[in-house]
């Protein structure tokens, strides 16, 4: 089975929540896990005046995604970071391209499910899991989240990304603060969780 972990970013932060997906899918004996980036929608001097080239050279070996490519996939996992509590362009016009997929519903009965990103612990990282998810249910596909299975998102000791609705970090204002454990440990657990659902529809 085909899993595809396709996202944005910026400054690195859902780079590696990706990876961390990735890492936790791969734990599921016959997962295929593929990275792959959306295009970028920013000429270079505007993501140099952002500050972001230097971080992005991290992960430019990370191959850019083909909306054809979600074809072949069994399950998609989507990141993004948040945008005024929506999806960040970027991935909006990646989704916006996927309309011919929907026309021949390409996607219908393949998992989905998102995981994000957001400055501050009350920035819009639910709101961007769930309306994320509408294009996904228009696709018709079978949306998974993360459960409370995964423990570690009732946690009050220390501040905390991840939902029932996704794994997803925070970032800080000026994008300071890298992925905590336990937000690594949602991402794994998600990519895992999504990665077993995906083998037992594939066997029935």
């Excluded at 992005?56 to 948040?82: M, N, W």
């Excluded at 990103?117 to 249910?137: I, P, R, V």
Aim: charged share 20%; with cysteine.
């Amino acid at each position: 089975m085909k899993l595809l972990v396709v996202y944005y970013s910026m400054y690195g932060h859902i780079h590696r929540m990706a990876e961390a997906i990735a890492e936790g899918a791969r734990e599921v004996k016959g997962a295929e896990v593929a990275m792959r980036r959306v295009p970028e929608t920013l000429a270079q001097d505007v993501l140099a005046k952002m500050g972001a080239v230097e971080a992005q050279k991290a992960f430019a070996h990370v191959p850019v995604c083909s909306v054809d490519e979600l074809a072949s996939a069994d399950a998609i996992i989507f990141g993004t970071p948040t945008r005024f509590g929506n999806m960040c362009g970027q991935m909006r016009q990646f989704m916006d391209a996927t309309g011919q997929l929907w026309f021949k519903g390409t996607l219908t009965g393949k998992i989905g499910s998102v995981f994000t990103s957001s400055a501050t612990q009350h920035g819009g990282q639910e709101s961007t899991l769930l309306t994320f998810m509408t294009n996904l249910f228009h696709h018709g596909m079978v949306v998974v989240g993360l459960p409370y299975a995964f423990q570690g998102q009732m946690r009050t000791d220390e501040i905390s990304g991840c939902s029932p609705y996704g794994a997803s970090t925070i970032t800080g204002g000026k994008g300071e603060r890298m992925p905590s454990e336990n937000e690594l440990a949602g991402a794994r657990f998600q990519g895992k969780f999504v990665a077993e659902i995906t083998a037992k529809l594939a066997n029935k």
